[in-house]
């Protein structure tokens, strides 16, 4: 299918549910891109993945009382989120120790309340994989105006969170309050990854979150330059793994997350500083030395001293060899 062909289809009104899978898929990429950066430079990847699980019991609930998926995988991935938070200050546990902890408890109590509805396998093939057929208007509505909020709260907050994510033990004895912006970034965190869900999947959506923002981290070292990359490289790669899926008939959520990890490959070897190509450009050549030959020659008796160092054309030191 030519890319022209999969506009066509995008302005097809039978096909009303394709534009509302790429308007969520993007605005999606886009949040998970910013709230991403903040994620890689905290090196709090775990996190993601735990809220990605922590939202599924939330959005089983709601799907088992036909109400709104998206509010509910939110109110489930926020009060995970607060546990974790308040759990994380006791100095005798680690976070990424607590965070296990919810990650696998909140998955099973998901596991256990969707196998009470009906359809029970189609069910939760849709909620760990995604489906561009099931996003409503209403979650569309909804989609925009969470990534609208994250995004606002994001840009009032800025500075405070880039401070805590560097060096957490340094803000604390600046006097920020560490625990509400630890809190404030885990929610942020959830419902970037609650507007993902239903497009990409619960399993691959740690991908949207943390692909766009490492590749970014690749190829700038400027947070301002890197929160901008990060959800344009999220969203074309959205657009890209939609247009492939629709055109080949694969899964949406696995071939965004192809499509980004291509990306990330690439920046991997190709970014002008940070590549490793450009890397080994940048090594050192070692400096050419005099060989054992050439300082035998010089130490004959007799031989006269010479300005420039000799060289294999030199006769001195083809003497000297042969």
Known sequence: MSP??????????????????????????????????YVVLRGMAFIGDTVAHAVFPGLAVAFVLSGNLVLGGAAA??????????FSQNRRLKEDSVIGVFLVGSFALGI???????????????????????????????????????????ACLRKELVTISLDRESARAMGVPVFWLDLV??????????????TIGNILVLALLITPAATARLLTDRLGVMTLL????????????????????????????????????????LAPRQGLIARVRRRPRPEPTGTPA????SARPGAAPSDEP???SDPVTTGAVS
Not at 21 to 30: D, G, K, N
Not at 31 to 37: A, I
Not at 112 to 136: K, M, N
Not at 236 to 259: K, M, Q, R
């Open 112 to 154: 256990v309340v969707i196998s009470r509805a009906p359809g029970y396998a189609g069910s939760l093939q849709q909620f760990l994989f995604g489906s561009i057929t099931g996003v409503p208007t209403s979650d569309l509505i909804v989609v925009g105006v969470t990534s609208a909020a994250v995004l606002a709260v994001l």
């Open 294 to 297: 050439s300082a035998a020659a």
């Open 77 to 86: 991935g926020v009060l995970t989120a607060v546990l974790i938070a308040v």
């Open 230 to 269: 990060a959800p344009v490289i999220g969203a074309c790669g959205a657009l890209v793994g939609l247009y492939l899926s629709w055109s080949y008939d694969l899964p949406t959520g696995g071939t965004i997350v192809l499509v980004l990890t291509a990306a990330f490959l690439l920046s991997w070897f």
């Open 4 to 37: 022209l062909d999969f506009l066509t289809d995008l302005l097809n009104p039978d096909l009303a549910f394709l534009p509302k899978a790429l308007a969520v898929a993007v605005m999606s990429s886009i949040v998970c891109g910013v709230v991403g950066c």
């Open 185 to 198: 970034l885990y929610v942020l965190v959830t419902l970037a990854v609650v507007i993902a869900v239903q």
């Open 310 to 312: 000799p060289t294999l």
